[in-house]
């Protein structure tokens, strides 16, 4: 008789219901559950609670400064612009965040605020003695890009990433490249030299001809007008054309064309192909694609898409969320 009532019980109870209790074990296993370290420190040595409470906080501290970390480099950016060349979209300390993950699948479009890596400053370190470099008078602490110099660089043209410097050792393979650096003569003295460098055939970069180098390059933010295969063409009066017709994008905006070193975009000019022109919006005070010419695709890292500094100006920016580009 009691064997009959015990499997009526067993009857009773459904088949969701076991499962529902088995979870719920489960689950009041996992959270009894000590941390990793403290599991793995418990097999060589006698933990006090005090300890493991100390080791389950760095455990947390630990994870979620790896989960930053990944956010950060994976993901998103967090930057401030030290200048005024954007204003008035980006103002001086202006802290946002920048959208590196979705670009991975999709390109920037022509009137999107951009950030990229830009070379701000690449000095020689050494000359290799017997060098193409060292026959050619390249000397150490000469400066091949320096911050604001638009009147130096490589093959007759500023150096705005190493990836272009690269590229114009790489052609000029087995002919003379122009190398026109600026040179410190005393602390308030410099000067600059031009000479010419014989390319070895294979040379590739800078050690192939000699050159030790130190780099330093800064994020820069500016606005981005036209891609590779585009003509770009700040006309009188400060329009923007691309491709011979005004562009509708840069409709409401003016462009400065005047100003000592301006080279680039002030005629029709290509944009070469995997390359940008860029500008800053406040043009009277921007060192942007009219001086040093085109931002490779490489260097390409994000677009601005919320701004966090100042709380007056906390939002959405750059066309993200329905705000605006401009």
């Known amino acids: 008789m009691k064997k009959g009532r015990a499997r009526l019980s067993q009857k009773k109870t459904s088949w969701p219901a076991r499962v529902w209790r088995w979870y719920q074990e489960r689950r009041r296993r996992r959270q009894k559950k000590p941390p ?4 793995l420190l418990r097999r060589r040595y006698q933990l006090s609670p005090k300890s493991e409470r100390i080791l389950s906080w760095i455990e947390t501290i630990v994870e979620v400064g790896l989960l930053f970390w ?9 930057m401030t612009v030290p200048t005024g060349s954007m204003i008035p979209a980006v103002l001086p300390g202006d802290s946002f965040f920048v959208d590196i993950l979705s670009y991975h699948f999709r390109r920037p479009t022509s009137g999107s605020i951009v950030v990229f890596w830009f070379l701000e400053e690449l000095r020689v370190t050494d000359v290799r003695a017997g060098s193409p470099a060292a026959e050619a008078g390249l000397k150490k602490g000469d400066y091949l890009v320096a ?4 009147d130096i660089g490589v093959g007759g043209e500023p150096v705005p990433s ?20 600026l040179r410190e003569l005393s602390a308030r003295e410099a000067q600059v030299i031009t000479t010419w460098v014989q ?22 933010v500016k606005r981005l007008v036209a891609v590779g295969g585009q003509t770009v063409h700040i006309a009188p009066g400060g329009k923007i054309y691309i491709d011979g017709e005004p562009s509708p994008i840069f409709a409401d905006m003016t462009y400065s064309r005047s100003g000592v070193g301006l080279r680039y975009g002030i005629e029709p000019t290509l944009v070469p192909q995997g390359h940008y022109f860029v500008l800053g919006d406040n043009t009277l005070n921007s060192y942007d694609s009219r001086y040093w010419g085109f931002v490779p695709e490489q260097e390409f890292i994000g677009c601005p898409f919320f701004r966090v500094w100042p709380f007056s100006r906390f939002g959405p920016m750059n066309g993200y969320f329905w705000s605006s580009r401009f």
Request: charged share 25%; proline share 3%.
């Open 36 to 39: 990793w370290a403290v599991r």
């Open 70 to 78: 990944l956010i950060i480099t994976f993901v998103t950016v967090r």
């Open 162 to 181: 190493l990836l272009t410097l690269s590229r114009r050792i790489a052609e000029a393979q087995g002919n003379k490249l122009e190398f026109t650096v």
């Open 147 to 150: 911050p604001g110099r638009w």
């Open 199 to 220: 390319v070895p055939s294979g040379a590739k970069n800078l050690e192939d001809l000699g050159i030790e180098y130190k780099a330093r390059r800064a994020r820069y």
